[in-house]
């Protein structure tokens, strides 16, 4: 395994991972590359470069907000939202910022922040090109940059050499398949979980790997009480109200609802779901899980264990998200959870695999029950577009959240009713997806060119 937990789940800010965070993550290794370097002194300009998919959707997604504020030496998993709103108007009012909160430089959309939408960089759409110029205006510094999906972030050279996120080189068990872990836990009578957490201990004390998943689990949680909490108009022009406050409100004045109505926990559900995906579209703060635009999808399936299972505990959440991950890690592998190179078959998708997988889990699921439950949850989602309005993370992103949770939890329950036999593996449809995702039109992937994107007159 070279993917760790938190590696997938991460701490950020929204709307997007690939655009937003990733972007941000960029600025903080280019800053750090211009230390090394001995030129960050000598910096009195720097000129940032946005390709394809993220010069296309890049003013929806906040890329442009994120640029400013990574250059600013910010950073995605502890700035607070409500003070980076300020300093990005204050940004672009003033046409200046400090570099990495050192030395005054310019910087203006237009002049040192360029979108070039007709253009992309050779290896991926998510691409990003830094300059470093002197006070004479002559360059010093050039890097390229890759934001890959769920806030990785690439340079070009490991681009080219297919670097691991994390070694893998003392992992006690290694797999690079569905197949391969399957067979790890048939010759080790280990769960899934069991064997991510034993190769997580290659980084990490046992201490600090659960204290750090329950971390992860509260600040997911903390992202559906706020958006609970939150009513409103979400930014951007689209004009979308929250809706998380509101059914909140009336599933809390009629618990008695649920007696006369079984389905009453799906309005949880998908409560869980606006809220955390609401939140992320108004730039609030989230886990990529493993990405943004899909951040409502595990929450809202972790919350059901955790509310509505009567045998739920920390345990089983530790369960639950090292399973999930090792199904993340399989998809990024093998495949992407960029919706630049997949469509939302990568975020969306993803994200349901994960979660069927982890609820499945620990709801007593065999490891082949659990790799079933994944497999059917991508099954029914390969295809799916990303074409988001008007290049916002808002629709269709928030109610696909909703459905890819409730998704999850079907998909976890048929599973549960077989023996882990079935006709299609996990591995099979891991590979449809990423040819899905190659055949696909750039139309469809992030790029606010096709779909509903196109076909919905904006007032």
Known sequence: MSISIFELFKIGIGPSSSHTVGPMWACRRYLDRLEERGLKTLTAGVTVRLYGSLALTGRGHGTDKAVMLGLAGLRPDTLDPDDAEELYAFIRQQGELQLDRAQRIPFREGHELLLLMRERLPHHSNGMRFEAFDAGGREIDRADYYSVGGGFVLSAAEVENAAPVMTNARAPFPFASGDELLAICDRERMTIGEVVLANEETWRSKEEIRSGILSIRDAMFDSIERGCRMDGILPGGLKVRRRAKQLHTELLRRPEQALRDPLTTLDWVNLYALAVNEENAAGGRVVTAPTNGAAGVIPAVLAYYERFVHSANDDGVVQFMATASAIGALYKQNASI???????????????????????????????QVE??????????????????????????????????????????????????????????????????????????????????VNVTLC
Do not use: W
């Open 338 to 368: 960029s919706a630049a190179e997949m469509g939302c078959q990568g975020e969306v998708g993803v994200a349901c695999s994960m979660a069927a997988a982890g609820l499945c889990a620990v709801l007593g699921g065999t490891p082949r």
């Open 372 to 453: 079933n439950a994944a497999e059917i949850a991508m099954e029914h989602n390969l295809g799916l577009t990303c074409d988001p309005i008007g290049g916002l993370v808002q629709i269709p992103c928030i109610e696909r959240n909703t459905m890819g949770a409730v998704k999850a939890i079907n998909a976890a329950r048929l599973a549960l009713k077989g023996d882990g036999t079935h006709f299609v593996s996990l591995d099979s449809v891991i590979e449809t997806m990423r040819q899905t995702g190659v055949d696909m039109s750039e139309k469809y992937k992030e790029t606010a060119l096709g779909g509903l994107a």
